[in-house]
């Protein structure tokens, strides 16, 4: 492990117990290290790199509620110290509470700019936070010999080559947009495809009701709440936790579950799947049409929309949001035995006061 000098200033703690300690969770005895440090803390004799690897120690155990306690109050007694700001950001991490891990390991870089630890796990973070450019920029800066270095470049760049947006990405953004994912989503970008798919709806099924229906991309119930009169069963699926928080809050779902939409489509049947807005997330849409294609009942409805391209296949725009043709969209529907029962142009948002060019599209399956 590198240290800064400040670090160094603060240590307590003989080696041999902290020796002891690096080594029992060297060789997966964490709980071990956890009752020696935490006898030695209690006893007064743990300085700043002991609560650190105490920290660490808890997470190793499974406590990691515990380990991020430990690392909160370790930033406070240290706030000036660049190891302390790292092990908040490395305790965050594995409470996968990713925009403050980032931002409490970017305070230790500024404190100690040359603490390679603390950029490593910057890389780390931004990678699971499905940022691979910006994991690639952070890792570009570490010497070549870095433990553990050349396996994440290559993550970072199979990432890139994806023909989706990475799950990661989306978690992490709309985990950090879910305060106040309404009102900006409303007011800002004048987000209408809920409203643009009942309308859909109302045209290639009028009169339907009772029915089984699967949101897919929930976020807050948006368009949960725009077909709940529809629904004897509505279910939701998001890949944000902090989403998912959010839709149970308006109580209008009889299950939620945080999963990614492209392997969670077999559990269940249904006669209505919507996607308001969340193909955009994805290129390649194989799989999810598949998936749906399976869920659904015979006479069964997918409604969705997607931001439209010309001529043929999908691209990614320049705002990480996926783009596809109406020939994309029909052939798919034909690959997977559906009927396109409709298919519009709309603007399902805003972009910089600008309409965004989007398709409504109805698959039925026969």
Request: hydrophobic share 45%.
């Amino acid at each position: 492990m590198s240290s800064s000098t400040t670090a160094s200033a603060h240590l307590h703690l003989e080696h041999g117990p902290l020796d002891e300690a690096e080594r029992l969770i060297a060789e997966s005895r964490a709980p071990e290290a956890a009752e020696l440090l935490h006898g030695l803390i209690d006893e007064g004799r743990g300085g700043l790199l002991a609560r650190f690897f105490y920290a660490r120690a808890r997470a190793l155990s499974g406590d990691t509620a515990g380990a991020l306690e430990t690392a909160r109050d370790t930033a406070m007694l240290y706030p000036h110290v660049a190891q302390a700001a790292l092990g908040l950001g490395e305790a965050l991490m594995r409470c996968e509470l990713l925009a403050p891990a980032i931002a409490e390991i970017q305070r230790a870089l500024r404190l100690d700019p040359g603490l390679d630890d603390a950029r490593f796990l910057l890389g780390c973070a931004w990678l699971q936070a499905g940022e691979a450019e910006k994991a690639t920029n952070v890792f570009s800066a570490l010497p070549d010999e870095t433990p553990g270095l050349a396996e994440k470049i290559r993550q970072a760049e199979a990432m890139r080559a994806r023909p989706r947006s990475d799950a990661g990405y989306v978690r992490h953004l709309f985990d950090q947009f879910s305060t106040d994912y309404d009102s900006r989503m409303l007011s800002q970008l004048g987000y209408r495809a809920p409203q643009i798919l009942r309308q859909l709806a109302n045209l290639v099924m009028p009169g339907r009701g009772g029915l089984a229906v699967l949101d897919l991309g929930c976020g807050t119930g948006l368009c949960g709440t725009a077909f709940k009169d529809l629904a004897a069963r509505l279910d939701g699926i998001d890949l944000s936790p902090a989403m998912i928080l959010k839709a149970r809050a308006r109580d209008i779902y009889d299950r939620l579950d945080v999963a990614d939409i492209e392997s969670a489509l077999d559990a269940a049947r249904y006669d209505l799947v919507l996607a308001a807005d969340t193909l955009v997330y994805l290129g390649d849409l194989a799989a999810t049409v598949q998936g749906t294609a399976r869920a659904l009942n015979a006479g069964g409805f997918f409604l969705f929309t997607v931001e439209s391209k010309p001529g043929e296949g999908f691209e990614l725009g320049p705002k990480r949001r996926w783009r596809h043709s109406e020939n994309y969209l029909r052939a798919l529907a034909h690959e997977n035995g559906l009927d396109v029962a409709g298919l519009m142009a709309c603007a399902p948002r805003m972009e910089a006061n600008i309409p965004v060019d989007g398709f409504a599209v109805a698959l039925r399956k026969p």
